[in-house]
């Protein structure tokens, strides 16, 4: 080829197809560098939860009846791959048992690169089967005199990271510290939590 263009077209004809051949190798390895870098390595979605207010629990070693709205905030920090979550769901636990449970993605549902989005989780009980015993109860009626309760949301879902085969499991802990209105209706103030997401020992998630 090159031996073609020398004869018909001279050294700067071919000085000029030379450098655009170079920069076309640039231009793929750039490329597939910034493909490498945006699908290859996966970052992991950050959960929060920005905002929970419970209006009513009570505890027995049996049973729980409680209203508690859980905002939910979960971040996709990966700038090129979008996220397709299959399942999430929410456990709430208390003293270490579950004593309820919401879908917080039914439906397949995508987020898009870059973006947080913000689930909020209304659920309520008159008496939600727990088996809690003695020492539940125990706990309760402990952290009923402090005035805060420590309960427990456990996310379990499955989502999968734009151009990647793998249903990842998504695990995640957030130990909420929650308090019942006070009689004359002073708010009470959320303080923000941070969720432990766990580590998936899948290959690739
Ligand atoms: C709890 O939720 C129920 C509906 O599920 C409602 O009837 C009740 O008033 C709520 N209680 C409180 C204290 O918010
Ligand atoms: C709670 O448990 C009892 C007996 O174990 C069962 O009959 C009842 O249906 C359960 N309720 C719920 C809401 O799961």
Redesign the pocket.
Known sequence: MCDLLSECCGPYRRFVLGFCFGLAIIAAVAVIVVLLLGYGRVYHLRVAVDDASL??FAVTSTAVSY?LTVSLVVRNPNWAMSVTYRSLEAAYLFDGHRFDSIAAVSSEYVQSARRTAVFRLST?ADAANASLGNAGAQEYLKEKDKGVFDVEVDLSGEVQYQRHRTWCKLEAKCPLKLQLPTPDGVAVVFEKTTCDVLRSSQRGC
């Open positions: 209006t009513r209203n309520g």
